[in-house]
């Protein structure tokens, strides 16, 4: 028999009830997949994946790697969707993630995924032996390989590609689709102080040797680095500002001296706005606990829309 299956979710039904012997080779894993496919249980499951393009969630691979430590192993340049037990084998185009797996998302966000399942004992017996060779040439994932991976993961996930619709301001493009932002480099930043006179020095020589505008904060040693950072001033006696221009990029390395230098830059494809379209948002962080009273407030824009929906949901089920 053989059966074109659309909708991922009898994927991972599939394997769930699979029992006996499982091999699977899937490049790319997401967050929550081993559960969903239920190799989380006691089974004879063995895993193939790849770390090479930075594209599976080094967390899930080290979940995997708890449960099965001898029996989860890397491919280089791995692309295949296959799942293969005694029962039947299937071949798909859907990797083991949220989206892939259709455990999140809608119709309208998804990918568009095929597989086909095939029950006949010659599929089964190609499929065991392809799987085999692939074993045999595969490698035991080391430290040193999860760490380049955690580096690979980071950097993709930040320069993926946007779902939202280009031309939309970014807040509301992140409220209406939290996902779209997870785990990128884009931070909201509210300075509460201006420069000390110390720093001011500094500052006019760096503008001196430079040359041209510098732009900089003071005393963040810890700022997120190689990152874009919707800025904010909330001065006293001043009141709440959008900077101008509004986003900068961090240096790829913590600053030495008492000075982060940055750069001006855009966020593509989306509006910054206005501070009106900021307003709420931003005075709601305030109240935060991540608030550093002095200090202003740093936080990725996924977590800063996560915290304000939430106020939102909370305000729009009140009497």
Known sequence: ???????????????????????????????????????????DVRVLLDLSAGASNPKEV??????????????????AKTYISDAGVIVGSANASADGLSMLGTE????????????????????????????ASSEFITPAMIKAAKAAWKERQSNRAFASRPGQFILDAALAN???????????????????????????????????EVYVWERWPSIPLNAKLISFTDYAGDGL?????????????????LLAVVEPTKITNFKIGSIE???????????????????????????????????HEKHLKAP
């Open 1 to 43: 028999m053989r059966d074109l299956i659309e909708n991922q979710q009898k994927v991972s039904k599939w394997v769930r009830k699979q029992g006996g012997r499982l091999d699977i080779a899937v490049a790319f894993w997401g967050l929550g997949a081993a559960e969903e496919l239920g190799l989380t249980t006691t089974r």
């Open 178 to 212: 939290p996902a779209d932002f997870a785990d990128r480099e884009i931070y909201v930043v509210i300075t509460t102080q201006g420069l000390s006179a110390k720093g001011k020095v500094a500052w006019a020589r760096l503008k001196e040797k430079s040359g041209h």
């Open 62 to 79: 080290q979940t995997l790697l708890e449960l099965r430590p001898e029996h989860v192993r890397a491919v280089h340049r791995l692309h």
């Open 241 to 257: 500002e959008i900077d101008d221009p509004p986003v900068y990029r961090s240096q790829e390395t913590p600053p030495r001296g």
């Open 277 to 311: 379209r900021w307003r709420d948002a931003v005075n709601w962080a305030k109240s935060t606990k991540d608030w550093k009273g002095k200090d202003g407030y740093c936080q990725r824009l996924d977590r800063f829309v996560a915290g304000y929906s939430k106020l």
């Open 108 to 135: 309208m966000t998804r990918w568009h995924e095929l597989a086909m399942l095939a029950d006949d004992a010659t599929s089964v017996r190609m499929a065991r032996e392809w799987f085999e060779r692939l074993w």
